[in-house]
Nanobody, 123 residues
């Protein structure tokens, strides 16, 4: 089970840190990803991190502004979001993928999903 938190309302240029806490003893074996869905749009990939935390990948739209990290001892993955823009407004979902980081950009490859946390960026 995944529980996302940390969303809220922030002004453009501001920062937020999302957290996703996982239950279970196998968290460290999963690739963890963040996706987002804006109103009226399809869910889109944001970033993922390998199971060991030694590899990350970002969508071009967030590269240089967002940072994903994980603490396997705490069963938690984080998304630090800086220089937020109004177009970052969306519900953000964390997700867990078994196996390698291959094809981790694609939502269909994820087994478990959190409930989502809303991020609203005002202009």
């Amino acid at each position: 089970q995944l529980q996302a938190s940390g969303g809220g309302l922030v002004q453009a240029g501001g920062s937020l840190r999302l957290s996703c806490a996982a239950s279970g003893r196998t968290f460290s074996s999963y690739v963890m990803g963040w996706f987002r869905q804006a109103p009226g749009k399809e869910r889109e990939f944001v970033t993922f991190i390998s199971s060991a935390g030694d590899s990350t990948y970002y969508a071009d739209s967030v590269k240089g502004r967002f940072t994903i990290s994980r603490d396997n001892a705490k069963n938690t993955v984080y998304l630090q979001m800086n220089s937020l823009k109004p177009e970052d407004t969306a519900v953000y979902y964390c997700a867990a993928k078994a196996g390698s980081s291959l094809f981790a950009k694609y939502a269909a490859n994820y087994l478990y999903w959190g409930q989502g946390t809303l991020v609203t960026v005002s202009s």
